[in-house]
DNA sequence: TGCCAGGCCGGGT
DNA sequence: ACCCGGCATGGC
């Protein structure tokens, strides 16, 4: 099954000659990457962008900070980024967790087994496959592939992967044929939201200008699944 | 004006 | 095992 590895490297080696890196993810330490990453569900980048400029203003934005500032305060430095209620309380869940775990340190907390870090991360309330993943491999350098909104809508709309696969099967479909290189996934990741983004939209179904028509299925074909699943 | 944006949870089938 | 409503702001 070379096939499969040498066809997801082209995909991303077409990416990558149209967008270029993009160094992600857009933030200065671990700790404002893993806020970010729970400040983003659901929400426009830019509205994060307010509530952590607002977090670094009020310097917030340390382990420390945000372990001491009150809810109310903590509500009123991220609501820009919407849902300010229950995101409150999952930043106050992870910095919970931090210090219950390791002192209140990331460098301890990135130094756990990768599947046994994104297990334990799975369980604090309000951080779900995708911050985990994204706290994993942006936050702590490790080799896990993201899959989000766009990655979802890219693959099935190329008809890649089943419009029904869920998070587990995309994601395998990485991390199972491609080699497990942090830099890789970031970028890959990275350059499917540049592409969602920018070309891949909702609004525009046929993706004329898409770099990446010509890996798609035919709908057409019987055979739908490109990349069957080894069973 | 309504839909959308780098989800997740809890309750109901 | 799915499916759905709720959560909230700002841009277009």
């Known amino acids: 099954m070379q096939e499969r590895r040498e066809e997801l490297l082209s995909i991303y080696n077409s990416l990558y000659r149209r967008f270029g890196p993009q160094h992600w993810w857009p933030g200065d330490s671990p700790l404002e990457i893993s806020i970010g990453a729970i400040l983003t569900q659901n929400t426009a980048w830019r509205n994060v962008e307010r509530a952590i400029e607002n977090l670094k203003r009020e310097g917030l934005l340390s382990v420390k900070g945000l372990e001491k500032v009150s809810m109310e305060k903590l509500r009123a430095a991220i609501r820009p980024a919407g849902y300010f209620n229950e995101k409150a309380k999952k930043i106050k869940a992870f910095i919970d967790f ?114 990446l028509r010509r890996f798609s299925v035919s709908t057409s074909s019987e055979n739908k699944e490109h990349f069957p699943r080894q069973t």
């Not at 993201?146 to 089943?162: E, F, G, P």
Request: glycine share 4%; aromatic share 10%.
């Open 98 to 211: 931090l210090f219950a775990n390791y002192q209140g340190s990331l460098r301890k907390m990135f130094k756990e087994e990768r599947e046994i870090l994104r297990k334990k991360l799975l369980q604090i309330r309000g951080i779900g496959k995708e911050t985990a993943d994204s706290i994993l491999l942006y936050a702590g350098n490790l080799p896990v592939f993201v899959v989000d909104a766009y990655t979802r809508r890219i693959l099935s709309r190329h008809n890649l992967v089943s419009e029904k696969a869920d998070y587990e099967e995309i994601q395998r479909l990485f991390m199972d044929n491609l080699p497990l290189e942090a830099k890789l996934f970031n970028e890959f990741h990275a350059l499917f939201v540049r592409l969602g983004k920018e070309i891949c939209k909702k609004k525009d179904p046929d993706c004329v200008h898409c770099p």
